[in-house]
């Protein structure tokens, strides 16, 4: 480990379910082959990261631990297997962590160890704390080099202006960025996102919008948050979400034929009529990616999906390309993270306020909203 860096180092640390995260002064990981050091800059939080610390949404992971998600960070220092990352590198770090002999091995870092007993050995042990900390150790593949001067440099300078806590928005985008592209959405396309007025259904409408599509339909609830999705992007529609199959699909129809559907359904839309409704909608040979997290059987309309040969495909997160393509789209300036966008830092927190910014995080969840922690 490089002689600059610290013996210790400032961390949230998670010891029981029936106590709030504390920050704690703990060793500083070394640095081993594989992995990376990186200082944290900023780090993002869930709108329900309060249940899945409190233990409510039934995450399992090891205790203790210490939490986090994806986060924009510095190299501090790299294992000796590094051939491309090096230490002042600014970097993304993707929480989407995966078994090196099996690609479909997966944990969340600082969210939960998953549910096989490979993704619980890799959270157990050497991927165990996560970003709510002053520096985190990280394996290398998910480490992704970013252009500084391009993304944050002023736009005088020929930059995007970025600061680095807008950067975390990355890590929403990506979700967005799996399902979309698990579907092979192309431009000109008519593309339902559905809900659409949450975090992740909000990045979804705002990323088939930027990426070409040439119709996105928004389904929701909230009337407001509808409006202010038609307000903000180009061609953008919206359809209110009835409780009746039968007008949703009328609904849907008038925006002709509809070519992709993504949903992104909360834990508690199993008997939401939207799923049946867009499976309905879709045209002949139409694509349906299944991104949420409904724990309970879904009804599909099985002879309509046979009869019009549609593809229903569920996608869990996204790859390492959706990743580095969305990348160069916000180094280009394809994907925007401005306040043109309505992307929005609705709160800045310290360490020692992370009770605070879960209560921020739970309270700003619509459109662009976020909320980061800066160690």
């Given at each position: 480990m490089s002689s600059s860096l610290p013996t210790t180092h400032r961390a949230i640390i998670l010891r029981s379910l029936s106590q709030t995260p504390q920050v704690e002064t703990v060793p500083l990981p070394p640095v081993t082959p594989g992995s990376a050091i990186i200082k944290v800059?900023?780090?993002?939080?869930?709108?329900?990261?309060?249940?899945?610390?409190?233990?409510?949404?039934?995450?399992?992971?090891?205790?203790?631990?210490?939490?986090?998600?994806?986060?924009?960070?510095?190299?501090?220092?790299?294992?000796?297997?590094?051939?491309?990352?090096?230490?002042g590198q600014l970097v993304f770090f993707d929480a989407t962590i995966r078994g090196r002999d099996d690609p479909g091995t997966v944990m969340l870092s600082g969210i939960t160890q998953g549910f096989s007993a490979g993704s619980a050995k890799l959270m157990e042990g050497e991927w165990r704390d996560s970003s709510y900390a002053e520096y985190m150790k990280a394996p290398l593949e998910n480490l992704y080099a970013l252009d500084e001067d391009k993304l944050t440099k002023t736009k005088e300078e020929g930059g995007r202006g970025y600061e680095m806590e807008r950067l975390v928005y990355l890590g929403r985008l990506a979700v967005a960025m799996g399902g979309l592209r698990a579907i092979d959405v192309r431009p000109g396309e008519t593309v339902v996102v559905a809900p659409a007025t949450g975090a992740f259904g909000g990045a979804a409408v705002q990323l088939a919008s930027q990426m070409g599509a040439g119709r996105v339909v928004a389904m929701g609830r909230s009337e407001e948050g509808l409006r202010r999705l038609k307000e903000m992007y180009a061609r953008v529609e919206t359809v209110r979400m009835s409780g009746s199959v039968e007008q949703e699909v009328e609904e849907l129809r008038k925006y002709g034929p509809i070519d992709a559907v993504f949903d992104i359904s909360s834990p508690l839309a199993a008997k939401s009529t939207h799923i049946k409704s867009c499976v309905e909608a879709l045209?002949?040979?139409?694509?349906?990616?299944?991104?949420?997290?409904?724990?309970?059987?879904?009804?599909?309309?099985?002879?309509?999906?046979?009869?019009?040969?549609l593809v229903l495909k569920g996608k869990f997160m996204y790859d390492r390309g959706d990743l580095e393509d969305l990348i160069k789209m916000v180094e280009s300036g394809v994907v925007d993270l401005s306040e043109r966008a309505r992307v929005k830092l609705m709160g800045r927190f310290g360490l020692e306020d992370i009770?605070?910014?879960?209560?921020?995080?739970?309270?700003?969840?619509?459109?662009?909203?976020?909320?980061?922690?800066?160690?």
């Amino acid at each position: 480990m490089s002689s600059s860096l610290p013996t210790t180092h400032r961390a949230i640390i998670l010891r029981s379910l029936s106590q709030t995260p504390q920050v704690e002064t703990v060793p500083l990981p070394p640095v081993t082959p594989g992995s990376a050091i990186i200082k944290v800059l900023a780090t993002t939080l869930v709108a329900y990261g309060r249940e899945i610390y409190n233990g409510k949404r039934g995450y399992p992971f090891p205790l203790p631990f210490t939490p986090g998600n994806s986060a924009i960070g510095r190299i501090a220092a790299v294992g000796p297997d590094a051939t491309r990352l090096a230490p002042g590198q600014l970097v993304f770090f993707d929480a989407t962590i995966r078994g090196r002999d099996d690609p479909g091995t997966v944990m969340l870092s600082g969210i939960t160890q998953g549910f096989s007993a490979g993704s619980a050995k890799l959270m157990e042990g050497e991927w165990r704390d996560s970003s709510y900390a002053e520096y985190m150790k990280a394996p290398l593949e998910n480490l992704y080099a970013l252009d500084e001067d391009k993304l944050t440099k002023t736009k005088e300078e020929g930059g995007r202006g970025y600061e680095m806590e807008r950067l975390v928005y990355l890590g929403r985008l990506a979700v967005a960025m799996g399902g979309l592209r698990a579907i092979d959405v192309r431009p000109g396309e008519t593309v339902v996102v559905a809900p659409a007025t949450g975090a992740f259904g909000g990045a979804a409408v705002q990323l088939a919008s930027q990426m070409g599509a040439g119709r996105v339909v928004a389904m929701g609830r909230s009337e407001e948050g509808l409006r202010r999705l038609k307000e903000m992007y180009a061609r953008v529609e919206t359809v209110r979400m009835s409780g009746s199959v039968e007008q949703e699909v009328e609904e849907l129809r008038k925006y002709g034929p509809i070519d992709a559907v993504f949903d992104i359904s909360s834990p508690l839309a199993a008997k939401s009529t939207h799923i049946k409704s867009c499976v309905e909608a879709l045209r002949e040979g139409g694509r349906m990616t299944l991104m949420g997290g409904i724990p309970e059987d879904v009804g599909i309309p099985y002879l309509t999906v046979m009869v019009k040969s549609l593809v229903l495909k569920g996608k869990f997160m996204y790859d390492r390309g959706d990743l580095e393509d969305l990348i160069k789209m916000v180094e280009s300036g394809v994907v925007d993270l401005s306040e043109r966008a309505r992307v929005k830092l609705m709160g800045r927190f310290g360490l020692e306020d992370i009770d605070e910014a879960m209560t921020a995080a739970e309270k700003f969840d619509k459109l662009g909203e976020q909320v980061v922690l800066v160690p």
